[in-house]
């Protein structure tokens, strides 16, 4: 009897071993299930607020995005001082590169929760919060969008090819192909309309840290003139001032100031240390992005704007913008300047009377010399100004098919320049791109 | 049943002495030990020669026996060590110390779930000395198995001391999901790896909580049969570990201590000196066309050098008085009902680079106790507890010393005049000096082992046990950058004020397996063996941290203390894996023997319905020297031929991995986000492997044995991480595609040369011959491999995983001092236009395809010298640096020093020179990825040597000692690269990269074993 009892007792612990179902049922404390985590207007948000951190990430807004049209300008160089920027610098990228490599997964990454909040079937309650999101939505994907087909693109190197366009978020299609220059931009300007469309400016809540009815607006000024669609150009800038939502602050100012349209926050517990903008601007140990004596050279005596620079103890220029340790300055995507100056280069472009005091406002305020006449070349010496080393040089000079000239000893591209439709302009679609989506081209070049 | 027999044959000895006892005799007393350890040898056969009669030694290793005058010589013999003719003379006290029997098939071969006697294993196991794994100088028992063991590849990803070791089993059987072994340490499956948030400055491996000095027996099993037990977990191998226990007999208490020296096992690349560096930037300027000439240059230019410093920073990063000190004690004893073992053990390593240590201490318990006839139950316990001061390593960080060393240039004085670290390096990198004394890369680790088995036997055959294994680990992790200078300064306009990040990671795993085993005997020719295991595993993760910058003043470390917290986490996960396994051992004729398995397993890291696998097993082996028909053969010992195939699984990737995610891990501006986290994969199941192995275990001339193995593992279903089109937003999907083979042999064979009492020589050697081929790939929608590519290697069809592929450099334009690249890729045409060259297949990948030890022992009068050579080749290492280092001019003045062979470069028309023309911030390209990084990998290395003496039994008697040694033995003594460009230690991690780690150690060491 007492023999069957312990082996009834073993049999007991054997079964209670065999534990309930869910023993091999993982935990997930950081994640959720995508099904079913889609249901509210809160989750969509949820989802932009995921997009907004990963374009604020080092390897598009927050840092590399922003150098790359820098140090391929004559505004600024690389001195290598880390080892970072040396190849975009040069002009000088291969397809395996990290550059090309990173800043392409990193702005697919930020489409890919955006196609989730545009494509959701979520409908609007009636008060337009899940419409004013999707617009939000619309906005940075076009914003995206247009950056790719910038970086990408052919334009500057002769070609006609754009990049893919994704529409929805894992649609089955994995070897989506490159779309032409038009359909890209296209893409572009559907999204900014099709946000202008959604979003009830009345729900607007006056944070700059987030995209709004007049970012989108103030992204349509910018979008029309790399299409030269000045009118829409015009009316869009026009529809951003008269809006009187904004005015000029400080050549520099701090951030969320009356100048701000969209700009990228940071916290103290969120922010990108060694790997910001600051860390590569100024003389930390990285320091790799200082500025070249002819950008400093472009201003007046008198402009504001000149006490933008300092030397640093290596005697290296700097710029002053980017400057806060704690790596708190927002990143600026769009401000009101940049809005002035679309303006007035859309009334240039229109012969439009009031083009020169468009283009004077900047330098009045700055106390600057005011232009003589308003021309194309003044234009793009004005935005070189006031938006130096905030990105947008050498997409300036593309737009108008300028050359890159060599300004400064310290530049490592070649003495004799590149010019444009040369293919290093264009940067090369990333290898482990073309490795695993067969219908994607290779660049001319690479 | 080795030991019944002994008793019996004993017992029969004693009767047969009973019946010749003469009436002139005399007593011999004495002492058996074993030579290897000391140890005392209980029921060793002690027999005159010519004679029947005789003894066994009892359990302190004592005999006494009554040997008749006409008795000359005793023989001593034990099963596994060699037998012994001692003459007797005049003598009546005679110790005698036994060596292994290395010329034997080992008795039994260690499963973890019971012995085995090795004649009926089926599987491929190899059981290591004591010898090779107690006291060696290292901090992670791991690194002895390199050398020892067929088939059994160790490659260093740190010489950190504590750090973890990449250990391949017969080749890579998986591409993305693990190659690790399994480690079980008395019964319970181990935690190995690390366990830490980061593995930024290096790593602790959790292995090193483990002192070797507490282990008995250290086995490696590696084909299918052997490791079915362990199901997917085991299907890398499996190392089993058992440790010490208590004996019966009274208390043995053994001490020992070693003590000695640590330096850095090859010198490391040689880098530019200031004359030389400073003449190459005059150079390198005039080249660019700044200056017309050299004088020009000088002129109006300044280098910065001071003309008199000279600074060879590998003298500077290094700790020249680095020493390794180890103590252990140790008490074991019992009665029959009870007995235990009990050790305390210390040991402190320092790295060769500055500020690098490592302390380890560690206890253990080990009880067993028998209830009445049926039941018995015994507990293990081994806690530990371990101190890793590291470095940053594995990148070009400024603070890396290994880096600091490449990047800083001989021109930058160390120290300032008055003994102060320099801190205005001409680099970026900073002054390892100051580093090393300020900031901290630190990891304390607690580790609990605790092992509980209770066995109870129902019936004479059949017999439940039950093991419950839990392991405990705790890992606090600070990484701390002092405020002053390094990277918790920034700029003196902004500094950052120090910065500091701590983690705590706690690991907490349990294995609970319950055991039936049944016995039965249809006749004597027919015998069976049934067992059914039921095993649950379960590991729950928790890691908390914090940290942030800005602190008000010097030596505060702590996240309490700084001005901004910038980040705090918190997350959990778990693992859990589920088993029931049938295993059928068939015996025929007891030189026939059958095993076959079959395991039903289930892993949490698959969706529901993928979760479940089901594997097997079957080997067969048979002893063909117990034949009758070949009892004539009077040079031939038992020698078996064996053979297994089996199928496992591998379900080594990461948690949760099934399943597609929105995580939550962002937040943008103080607001928490959700990004798509993975793609998710519902199919996603197990990776299978089919292995096959054939060997032939051979014994012959009584002096030499050897096996000759041939493996073959087939990994279909690989559980790989298929490039997606970035667009997806998305890099990668896990997916259970493509198909890999090992395949090859392995060798090894053991002779005693020399076997008499006093003089002893074995030689003892491995070789491994192995085949790794990529036999089946995804396709893309057109048809075309995905290759998985890195920047210099490629996973593709018909070629071993991580196969080279790169542009070939094909040297210098002797006209133009340009670097050239062959068009193709392979030879013929060149281009000096970088991008114009092709990428093809070098040739090789990071795995060695032969390599293999030789180890001798000599033994004469207890003095005794053994050594270990290891060799590998097959493999090539890249470079991953030289893109700095060896840039020719490119970042030479603004980053990074070069290596002194660039100083041999084109000068003028007609130079045929390994390096191209030097010029200030080129864009030649000539340090892009290339073959030119490439290097040969092969080596040779004298692992262990070690020197000593047992002192005399006889001798130690007096002074109430047992046993005493004494011994000398170094570590990695001599190395040769087979390629002179391969200045780096050849023993590179598993991915081949050359990545700036910590360089592995010689160490040198004298110790003292005592016995009471």
């Known amino acids: 009897m007492k023999k069957y009892n312990i082996q009834f007792v073993l049999l007991i612990m054997l079964l209670a071993t065999a534990c309930s179902s869910d023993f091999l049922e993982p935990t997930l404390s950081t994640a959720k299930d995508v099904k079913g985590s889609v249901a509210s207007a809160g989750d969509l948000n949820s989802l932009l607020v995921g997009a907004l951190d990963v374009l604020n990430g080092t390897t598009y807004y927050g840092r590399d995005f922003v150098v790359y049209n820098e140090v391929r300008s004559d505004n600024a160089y690389s001195n290598g001082n880390s080892g970072r920027y040396v190849g975009p610098a040069q002009f000088f990228l291969n397809p395996t590169d990290a550059y090309p490599t990173s800043t392409w997964n990193t702005m697919y990454q930020v489409i890919a929760p955006l196609n989730i909040i545009i494509n959701s079937s979520l409908e609007d309650a009636g008060d337009g919060a899940v419409n004013y999101i999707k617009g939000q939505a619309y906005t940075i994907r076009a914003l995206v969008l247009m950056d790719l087909t910038r970086l990408y693109g052919q334009h500057a190197s002769g070609g006609t090819l754009g990049v893919p366009i994704v529409l929805e978020f894992n649609d089955g299609n994995i070897y989506p192909e490159r779309a032409t220059l038009a359909e890209c931009w296209a893409q572009v300007g559907a999204d900014l309309e099709k946000a202008v469309a959604l979003m009830n400016p009345a729900l607007n809540d006056g944070s700059v840290n987030k995209v709004n009815s007049w970012t989108t607006k103030a992204l349509q000024s910018r979008y029309y003139l790399y299409t030269q669609e000045w009118a829409k150009a015009r009316d869009a800038a026009k529809a951003v001032i008269d809006g009187g939502n904004y005015s000029l602050a400080s050549p520099w100012s701090a951030n969320n100031s009356t100048d701000a349209i969209l700009e990228l926050a940071y916290t103290p517990a969120d922010n990108l240390g060694n790997t910001s903008l600051q860390f590569i601007y100024q003389a930390t140990v990285y320091g790799d992005v200082p500025v070249t004596q002819d950008l400093v050279d472009q201003y007046d005596a008198n402009d504001q704007r000149k006490d933008l620079f300092y030397t640093d103890t290596e005697g290296e220029t700097r710029t002053k913008k980017y400057p806060s340790s704690d790596y708190l300055d927002a990143v600026r995507i769009i401000r009101y300047a940049e809005v002035l100056l679309n303006y007035a280069e859309a009334l240039t472009q229109l012969s439009d009377a009031n083009a020169l005091a468009a283009l004077n406002v900047i330098p009045n305020q700055r106390g600057a010399n005011v232009y003589g006449s308003a021309t194309i070349n003044n234009v793009l010496l004005e935005r070189r100004k006031e938006l130096a080393m905030e990105g947008h040089r050498f997409y300036d000079l593309m737009r108008y098919e300028r050359d890159i000239v060599k300004v400064d000893p310290n530049q490592s591209f070649p003495d004799e320049g590149i010019p444009f439709g040369d293919y290093r302009l264009t940067f090369p679609i990333p290898a482990q791109e073309l490795l695993s989506n067969p219908k994607c081209a290779q660049n001319t070049g690479y | 049943m080795s030991k019944i027999l002994l008793k019996l044959s004993s017992v029969l000895l004693l009767l047969i002495t009973a019946n010749f006892t003469y009436a002139q005799e005399r007593i011999v007393s004495g002492k058996v030990t074993s030579a290897e350890d000391g140890g005392a040898l209980p029921g060793v056969n002690v027999v005159i020669k010519g004679s029947a009669q005789g003894t066994v030694t009892d359990t302190d290793g004592t005999y006494k026996l009554t040997v008749p005058t006409q008795g000359s010589s005793l023989t001593f013999s034990f099963i596994g060590f060699q037998a012994t003719e001692v003459v007797i003379g005049d003598r009546t006290v005679i110790d005698v110390s036994l060596s292994a029997d290395v010329t034997q098939l080992s008795e039994v071969v260690v499963t973890g779930y019971g012995q085995r006697s090795a004649n009926s294993f089926t599987g491929s196991a190899v059981t290591m000395d004591k010898s090779k794994f107690q006291n060696i100088p290292v901090t992670n028992l791991e690194q002895s198995l390199q050398g020892n063991v067929a088939g059994l590849q160790l490659s260093t990803s740190s010489g950190t001391p504590g750090s973890s070791q990449e250990i391949r089993i017969r080749g890579l059987s998986s591409i993305n999901a693990s190659n690790e072994p399994l480690f079980v340490i008395d019964g319970i499956p181990m935690v190995t790896g690390s366990n830490q948030q980061t593995t930024v400055s290096g790593n602790l491996g959790v292995l090193s909580a483990i002192n070797a000095n507490d282990i008995e027996s250290l086995t490696v099993l590696k084909d299918a049969g052997a490791t079915a037990l362990y199901g997917a977990r085991g299907s890398n191998g499996v190392i089993i570990i058992t440790t010490k226990k208590g004996m019966e007999g009274k208390p043995v208490i053994d001490f020992s201590v070693q003590y000695g020296s640590v330096d850095r096992a090859i010198a490391g690349p040689k880098m530019l000196n200031a004359a030389q560096w400073d003449e190459l930037y005059y150079e390198s300027l005039v080249n660019r066309g700044y200056y017309t000439d050299i004088a020009d240059a000088r002129a109006n230019d300044d280098s910065g050098w001071d003309g008199v410093t000279d600074t060879d920073w590998r003298d500077v990063v290094k700790n020249s008085n680095a020493i390794t000190q180890s103590y252990d004690l140790s008490i074991r004893g019992g009665n029959e009902k009870s007995n235990y073992y009990v050790s305390f053990g210390y040991m402190q390593q320092e790295g060769v680079n500055i500020g690098s240590n490592y302390e380890r201490i560690s206890g253990k318990v080990a009880f067993s106790q028998k209830v009445g006839k049926k039941f018995s139950i015994s507990n293990t316990l081994t806690p530990s507890y371990v101190s890793q001061l590291g470095q940053l390593e594995g990148s070009a960080y400024f603070s890396n010393p290994d880096a600091a060393y490449l990047f800083t240039w001989s021109t930058d004085k160390p120290t300032n005049a008055d003994g102060t670290p320099n801190l205005n390096l001409g680099t970026s990198t900073y002054n390892p000096l100051y580093i090393s004394q300020h900031d901290i890369y630190q990891r304390l680790q607690t580790r609990v082992l605790n092992a509980t088995t209770a066995t109870y036997d129902i019936t004479d055959k059949l017999k439940f046990s039950s093991m419950f294994g839990a392991d405990y680990l705790s890992t606090e992790g600070l990484t701390f950058n002092n405020k002053n200078y390094g990277d918790g300064f920034n700029s003196p306009n902004d500094p950052l004020n120090g910065s500091t990040a701590m ?510």
């Open chain 2, 503 to 1012: 983690y705590v990671t706690r690991n907490f795993n349990y294995d609970f397996k319950n055991m039936l085993d049944y016995s039965y005997s249809i006749n004597e020719n027919h015998k069976l063996d049934f067992k059914i295991v039921y095993e649950a595993q379960k590991n729950f993760n928790k890691i908390t941290g914090s940290g942030g910058q800005g602190f008000a003043a010097d030596d505060l470390y702590y996240t309490n203390s700084v001005g901004t917290v910038n980040f705090g986490t918190g997350a959990i996960s778990d693992w859990s894996i589920n088993s029931i396994l049938g295993l059928v051992n068939y015996t025929f004729k007891g030189n026939v023997f059958v095993d076959a398995t079959v395991r039903r397993e289930g892993n949490s890291r698959f969706s529901q319905g993928n979760r479940w696998g089901t594997f097997y097993s079957f080997g067969t082996s048979w002893v063909f020297s117990d034949e009758k028909f070949m009892s004539g053969i009077q040079w031939l010992n038992t020698s078996k031929i064996r053979a297994s195939i089996g199928k496992t699984g591998n379900a080594g990737i990461g948690l949760n991995e099934y399943q597609a995610t929105l995580s939550y891990g962002n937040s943008y501006n103080g607001e928490a986000g959700a990004t798509p986290g993975q793609l998710g994969n519902q199919n996603l199941s197990w990776e299978n492997q089919v292995a096959y192995n054939v060997a032939i275990d051979f014994g012959i001339f009584k002096k030499i044995t050897g096996t000759v193995e041939y493996f073959n593992r087939r990994t279909y279903d690989l559980l790989l991480n298929v490039p997606l089109s970035g667009t997806t937003g998305f890099t990668t999907q896990r997916q259970n595609l493509g198909e890999m083979v090992n395949k090859g042999f392995e060798f090894s064979l053991n002779t005693d040369l020399i076997s008499t009492e006093n003089f002893r020589w074995n030689v003892g050697m491995n070789f491994t011959m192995l085949d790794n081929e990529v036999t089946d790939l995804p396709v893309d929608g057109e048809g075309n491999e995905i290759g998985i590519t890195t920047s210099t290697t490629i996973i593709t069809k018909g070629q071993p995983a991580n196969a080279y592929k790169m542009r070939k450099w094909a040297g210098v334009d002797q006209q133009t001092g340009s670097p050239l690249w062959y068009n193709n890729g392979m030879d013929g045409e060149t281009t000096s236009t970088y991008s114009a060259a092709e990428l093809a297949l070098q040739g090789g990948s990071p795995l060695p395809t032969k390599f293999g030890g030789i180890n001798t022992r000599i033994e004469f009068k207890g003095i005794y010298l053994s050594g270990n050579l290891y060799a590998s080749y097959g493999n090539k290492a890249y470079d991953t640096w030289a893109a700095y280092t060896q840039s020719d001019g490119r970042f030479t003045f603004n980053v990074a020093n070069g290596y002194a062979r660039q100083y041999e470069r084109w000068q003028k028309p007609g130079d045929i020179s390994p390096n191209p023309k030097n010029v200030f911030g080129n864009t030649s390209s000539s340090g892009s990825n290339s073959t030119r990084r490439l290097y040969d990998a092969g080596f040779l290395r004298l692992r262990n040597v070690n020197v000593g003496y047992n002192f005399p039994a006889s001798l130690l008697s007096k002074i109430k000692i047992s046993t005493a040694s004494i011994y000398l033995m170094g570590t990695n003594l001599w190395t040769k690269t087979k390629d002179p460009l391969m200045e780096f230690d050849p023993e590179v991690q598993a991915s081949g990269a050359l990545s700036l780690n910590a360089p592995p150690l010689k160490t040198m060491v004298m110790g003292v074993k005592i016995g009471f």
